[in-house]
């Protein structure tokens, strides 16, 4: 058996697999259906003259792992813009900017609403950052019981509380944690809708974390590569490529080959059998199942297909071609550089909650603005705005007989108004639309039911949970050699860039194991 390894997906997870394995001297290629690499982390010219981002813009994980900084990615040609500050929540006249410096976030609170919750926000977030970077740690290995126990252990000891508050605290709601904290409702809803965007409401148990992760980017801006989103995964391609591996595009996988429980290599769309040892799924983790075919028992495949839960997607986008910028009331120099926070109230959140999870587009959408070509102009041509408007939630099934075909432009204009509200006189600023339903995010991306982290993030589909726990040490039970990585496995969805190289991590362990394990194995008879 050759000592290949063949990456199945271009996106930036498996592009960090790829590029570890071929590090440490593997032959690898990656096999990619797409004409471009990334996938849900790439940039496309969608109009002339404009490069718009096809799903993720903003990165905020992948900063804090290292990896950009272990691979060298900046001498390949990223170059990471700072978003500082890192969100602007405007309330007609008035608004709260949120930087990296604690200082000016806690200014910019108590001028809107008042000492109490500026103080109360100062300590939120000196604690709950520093509980993350403990979460931040778990999330870098595989999700064992040992690697959570040893990199989780002592958050108790922080905080000064016991394990029965501190585990109260995790598994309470967001909206309750923030009851808990705070008195006014504006700062109350900055941090819900921006905590929210991993999919579960901040009424949901098991929620409090969602935002008080959002402490970490007091720690690190989120940045915005230059020239857009996938210049990350572009960079990782010459990363690959300076290893000696090798990016296939417009061949994808057609099935994974297996023999006597061992992986043998990847069957292109093309007819060509790539023999490999070792195979890293980068897609998703039901289309690796379905890539597997009957080398998995029947009752397993059908079990994996029933428990994991991908939901009923999460929402769409508008990339938008423009003559001006949104102006708000509240908004200064540097609120172009933030994720605007568009959504009056809590209420507000739940009512478009409520129609989704009823099956029909919100009414009344949250929005979510990025306007980076205020200082990035590679991405729209001058004089021109390129600007992305992210629209939460919105079910990829519909319950009213309406086709998101049909719908598109509507639900579209629908977040074009959203913007309007808070910043009067956007919408006439709008030359072009391009909108990405929850059916274009699968067609497209192959994101299935429009589900942008794959699988739920629920609390049940987290950690060793996810994506079940057959699944969840990155490798698939009965088939030697074969690795699962991307937004389908632990740490989840979002530009992390950790699943791959863990992933790729395992199977260099693997092919080399320890001394102890060799030994263990000789007298296993292995």
Sequence with gaps: ???????????????????????????????????????????????????????????????????????????????????????????????????????????????????????????????????????????????????????????????????????????????????????????????????????????????????????????????????????????????????????????????????????????????????????????????????????????????ARRSIRTGNGIGMVVRLATSALPVYAAGTAETHRAMQLIAPSRQFLRRAHGDYNAGLPPAQPAALAMTFSAFDDTIAPPGKHNVTVWGQWHPYQLSNGETWDGIREREGTKLVEAVDRAAPGFAASVEQMHVQTPLDLEQELGLRRGQVMHVEMAFDQMFMWRPMPELAGYRVPGVTGLYLCGASTHPGGGVFGASGRSAATIALGDRSPSPLARGLRKVRGG
């Design 1 to 303: 058996m050759n000592d290949n390894a063949v990456v199945v997906g271009a996106g930036h997870n498996g592009l960090v697999a790829a590029c570890y394995l071929a590090k440490a001297g593997l032959a690898v290629e990656v096999v990619e259906r797409d004409t471009v690499v990334g996938g849900a982390v790439s940039t496309v010219e969608r109009f002339p003259g404009y490069r718009m981002d096809r799903g993720s813009s903003a990165h905020i994980m992948v900063r804090h792992t290292g990896i950009v900084e272990d691979l060298d990615l900046v001498s390949v040609g990223l170059e990471y813009q700072d978003l500082d500050p890192w969100g602007f929540a405007p309330f007609g006249d008035e608004g709260i900017h949120f930087h990296v410096d604690l200082d000016r976030t806690c200014a910019s609170i108590e001028a809107v609403c008042g000492s109490r919750d500026a103080d109360a926000y100062r300590s939120f977030v000196l604690d709950w950052s520093a509980r993350n970077l403990r979460v931040f740690q778990a999330f870098q290995g595989a999700p064992t019981m040992t690697h959570l126990g040893r990199t989780l252990w002592g958050i108790g000891k922080s905080t000064g509380l016991d394990g029965l508050e501190l585990s109260r605290q995790f598994l309470t709601s967001a909206d309750s944690l923030l009851d808990e904290h705070f008195t006014d409702e504006r700062l109350k809803t900055a941090l819900a809708w921006m905590g929210a965007q991993s999919g579960p409401p901040t009424h949901e148990v098991a929620t409090a974390d969602l935002v008080g992760w959002n402490t970490v980017m007091h720690l690190r801006p989120p940045g915005h590569p230059k020239g857009g989103s996938g210049m990350l995964s572009e960079a990782l391609q010459r990363r690959l490529e300076s290893f000696g591996g090798r990016v296939r595009l417009g061949d994808g996988a057609a099935a994974i080959t297996t023999a006597g429980g061992r992986v043998t290599g990847v069957l292109t769309d093309s007819g060509e059998h790539l023999a490999a040892a070792h195979v890293v799924a980068g897609c998703h983790v039901l289309t690796t199942i379905d890539l597997l075919g009957d080398a998995l028992p029947g009752l397993f495949a059908d079990r």
